[in-house]
């Protein structure tokens, strides 16, 4: 098969993980969904979304950092065109394919060649070639032209061309099988005497075994806690019913669908904080019109502002984190969520403003 012909049939099983510290990619085989243990980076839940499966909460139910693999689980739809993993080794110069989601460009795939079969690396093999793999690749399949997994995208080099390594699928296939065996879920490997520990039986973060301190165990029990002004601007979106987890798209980023709105909040380094909500862009015809309704419109509102950047239209709130408070807060957001979507109706309905076409994965 080609490329595009191999992404068509399995893309199903694709997926795009995202957590407070970053994104990456996933891919599901049998019930379970396989990804880096960097990518969920020591978090016991993370947000995942594909072609089959809403934007939802998963549980990390398995952490290797020896391997740098993890499992995810949820329950979903099988896809009908299921991912298997290989039964042989690559070789010197085998056409490859690199699925992912690199910097959020969902669904691509690049293709290469393996450039050495085994690169030992820290006592490991790891499969070295020349597809492009880029920041959100990591934990996303390497197929071969029969669309069998050969391994998982793994790391780069950095500020090297196209250099990027992945873990050969009988490492993967070892680790299944190991973890099936307990019947359990949450286990946590320990990276130096590499025995499965169930994590309810951790004690003060130590593997039982060996004694070595277990960081994705300390990780996993502090879990991610925002602070300052970011814990704030989250306290305000949870109290308007906001589902926090899954409108988090970093540290001091959020997203939220509001009708057929969607409103950006991002906090930036500076302490500026900004509700951003990217309603529709203005018509070719009677742009006076719309002009003077937005004119009318901002004598009217208080807290929210409307701009035009180029031929789109915004609706805004700007505030300093240090004049954030809670209560303020919230009357400004939810009058943001709440007439985001009535003003973006209006403008399309009435003004025949432009509807904006959404990324798929953005609805």
């Given amino acids: 098969m080609n490329t595009q012909d191999i992404l068509d049939k399995y893309v199903d099983n694709i997926i795009q993980i995202m957590t407070p510290y970053g994104t990456g990619t996933g891919f599901i085989i049998d019930d379970l969904i396989i990804t880096n243990s960097h990518v969920v980076s020591g978090l016991k839940e993370v947000v995942i979304s594909s072609k089959l499966i809403k934007r939802t909460i998963a549980q990390v139910i398995y952490d290797d950092a020896d391997y740098d693999l993890a499992f995810i689980h949820i329950d979903f739809k099988a896809s009908s065109n299921p991912l298997k993993l290989s039964l042989s080794p690559v070789k010197d110069g085998d056409t490859t394919i690199a699925i992912g989601h690199p910097y959020g460009l969902n669904y691509t795939a690049t293709e290469g060649i393996v450039s050495k079969a085994s690169r030992l690396q820290d006592d490991l093999e790891y499969i070295q070639i020349d597809a492009a793999i880029n920041p959100g690749n990591s934990g996303g399949p390497l197929l071969n032209v029969e669309g069998e997994v050969t391994g998982v995208n793994t790391f780069i080099v950095q500020n090297a061309n196209n250099l990027g390594f992945a873990l050969p699928y009988f490492y993967v296939d070892e680790t299944i099988q190991n973890f099936k065996n307990i019947k359990e879920i949450n286990i946590?490997?320990?990276?130096?005497?590499?025995?499965?520990?169930?994590?309810?039986?951790?004690?003060?973060?130590?593997?039982?075994?060996?004694?070595?301190?277990?960081?994705?165990?300390?990780?996993?029990?502090?879990?991610?806690?925002?602070?300052?002004?970011?814990?704030?601007?989250?306290?305000?979106?949870?109290?308007?019913?906001?589902?926090?987890?899954?409108?988090?798209?970093?540290?001091?980023?959020?997203?939220?669908?509001?009708?057929?709105?969607?409103?950006?909040?991002?906090?930036?380094?500076?302490?500026?904080?900004?509700?951003?909500s990217k309603l529709c862009q203005i018509p070719k015809d009677k742009i006076n019109e719309i002009y003077d309704y937005l004119l009318s419109q901002n004598k009217k509102l208080s807290y929210l502002q409307f701009s035009i950047n180029e031929n789109t239209i915004y609706l805004s709130y700007l505030i300093v984190d240090s004049s954030l408070t809670l209560q303020e807060g919230k009357i400004a957001f939810k009058r943001l969520l709440d007439l985001s979507d009535e003003y973006d109706d209006i403008l399309i309905n009435k003004y025949n403003a432009i509807k904006l076409k959404r990324d798929e994965e953005d609805e």
């Fill in 188 to 276: 946590i490997k320990c990276p130096s005497c590499k025995n499965f520990i169930k994590e309810k039986e951790i004690k003060n973060d130590y593997c039982f075994e060996c004694g070595t301190k277990l960081l994705v165990a300390k990780q996993r029990r502090k879990g991610y806690k925002p602070s300052g002004a970011t814990k704030l601007l989250e306290e305000i979106l949870s109290d308007l019913d906001v589902n926090v987890t899954l409108s988090r798209r970093s540290q001091a980023s959020w997203r939220v669908q509001s009708g057929s709105a969607r409103v950006e909040i991002n906090y930036y380094e500076n302490g500026i904080i900004i509700g951003d």
